[in-house]
């Protein structure tokens, strides 16, 4: 199946800091990434949606400016957590849309990052 | 009440039992169809997807579509200690400018030697 990476699995920030996850679509072109967070036990909560070279949507209730979304090309998505506390501390996922038969209405998850701040 | 309802367990069967995952919806503009394995502290690895109504089978795995009575399924045959994880169904509605997944709330599977 498609495969979507995730970098870097787990990272450790201080408070106050900024820190950035990265996606990527290693073997198909992702029209459309999403991110996601998941606390322990529960499911997976939609932070927002990105579309290549345009500005991400933002579910209700996330800071856009806390959240800073980028996807700058049709492989790439970053996520980069902006002035990190402790309470920003979770399991960070980022999902990834192709384009094609193959894979256009099917969403392949990255292996997921854990943001643990200190 | 939710767009999407799952059964969120725990579900504990012994190895080789067949185990039936269930969810049903309310939304009818709902096309397609998926199920995710989450093992802990990992990201939704991707089982069956399907857009019709009718079966889909892949080696132990059957997705099962009933789109009138608003009802999918995952059967996991001759099930082993390795399916123990959460299982996620996924819905996209048809038409969707992002696709944007709805999830079920996940069944959390126990399969014990």
């Known amino acids: 199946g498609a495969v979507v990476s995730q970098h870097p699995s787990w990272v450790i920030c201080k408070s106050g800091t900024s820190v950035k996850i990265e996606c990527r679509s290693l073997d198909f072109q992702a029209t459309t990434m999403f991110w996601y967070r998941q606390f322990p036990k529960q499911s997976l909560m939609l932070m927002a949606t990105?579309?290549?070279?345009?500005?991400?949507?933002?579910e209700q209730g996330v800071e856009k400016d806390k959240f800073l979304i980028n996807h700058a090309s049709l492989t790439l998505s970053t996520l980069t957590v902006t002035s990190a506390h402790p309470e920003d501390s979770s399991f960070y996922i980022c999902s990834a849309r192709g384009i094609g038969t193959a894979t256009g209405n099917t969403i392949y998850f990255g292996e997921g990052s854990w943001l643990t701040v200190v | 009440q939710k767009e999407v309802e799952q059964d969120p367990g725990p579900l504990s069967v012994p190895e080789g039992a067949i185990v039936s995952l269930n969810c049903t919806y309310s939304n009818s503009a709902f096309q397609y169809f998926m199920w995710y394995r989450q093992y802990s502290r990992k990201g939704p690895e991707l089982l069956m997807y399907t857009y019709s109504s009718g079966n889909k089978e892949d080696g132990r795995f059957t997705a099962q579509v009933d789109k009138s009575s608003k009802y999918i399924s995952l059967f996991i045959r001759d099930s082993q200690p390795s399916d123990s994880a959460t299982y996620l169904c996924?819905?996209?509605?048809?038409?969707?400018?992002?696709?944007?997944?709805?999830f079920g709330t996940g069944t959390l599977l126990a399969v014990q030697p």
């Open positions: 990105s579309n290549e070279g345009s500005k991400a949507t933002y």
């Open positions: 996924a819905m996209i509605p048809y038409g969707g400018a992002t696709n944007k997944l709805i």
